[in-house]
């Protein structure tokens, strides 16, 4: 396979996103197939060992999994029930999570794009249980306050939260509680979007995946 991983990967993988983008119909990626594999999945596969093995310093248990909708999600979109019925993303998301489910524990999202990266620490969706022990630590003193002063740390170096959201405070909790904000979420991570750096992307996307690792802590003490 020709180039190193680091010449591949993200560079061209992202060019070859970006022309995915432009082209997203089922002939033009059958055609281009080997290009995706070769420039994409591949060195995705590679990517997803590499920093793994980097962010184990930091949780020695993450799971690190290259394989196909594992740690390397898949290119194409299910488009049953969708009304955008593009056949493919324009993005390559991977996965380092810490727990028995891979789609319901805490962990590390990363979605390449043509001109950047998503790089993403938490919870994208809670079971019944885990809300229920997410919540009641939004409403413990020690808890809930840490998350507080944490999460507005994040925002002050201009990382974003998000998750899934109910418009208003669920019933039987107090909407002017002074952390209401949080009780409204159903997921919960923290986010930032970057360009793609000139060299070492490893280092890059460990670097923040650090400084987010702090919400990872703390949904894993309650889950």
Not at 42 to 68: C, H, M, N, Q, Y
Not at 161 to 167: A, H, I, R, T
């Amino acid at each position: 396979m020709p180039g190193s991983m680091k010449d591949r990967f993200p560079q061209r993988a992202a060019r070859f996103l970006g022309a995915l983008g432009r082209n997203n119909r089922k002939v033009w990626f059958d055609e281009h197939r080997d290009e995706y594999e070769e420039a994409v999945l591949e060195p995705a596969r590679e990517f997803v060992v590499e920093l793994g093995a980097k962010l184990r310093r930091l949780r020695p248990r993450l799971r690190i999994d290259p394989r196909t909708n594992y740690g390397v999600k898949r290119i194409n979109r299910d488009t049953r029930f969708a009304r955008d019925k593009r056949p493919y993303k324009d993005h390559q998301t991977l996965w380092w999570w810490e727990g028995a489910e891979k789609e319901r524990s805490p962990g590390y999202w990363f979605d390449l794009r043509p001109k950047g990266v998503v790089l993403a620490v938490g919870l994208y969706m809670a079971d019944a249980k885990a809300l229920d022990r997410y919540r009641a630590a939004v409403l413990d003193d020690r808890r809930g306050s840490s998350l507080d002063r944490m999460i507005k740390g994040f925002e002050r170096k201009g990382y974003r939260l998000e998750g899934p959201e109910k418009k208003r405070v669920p019933r039987g909790f107090d909407p002017d509680h002074p952390r209401a904000r949080y009780l409204k979420y159903e997921g919960l991570y923290a986010w930032i979007e970057t360009a793609l750096p000139p060299a070492d992307f490893v280092r890059h996307c460990y670097g923040h995946y650090r400084a987010l690792t702090p919400l990872h802590e703390w949904l894993m003490e309650i889950a």
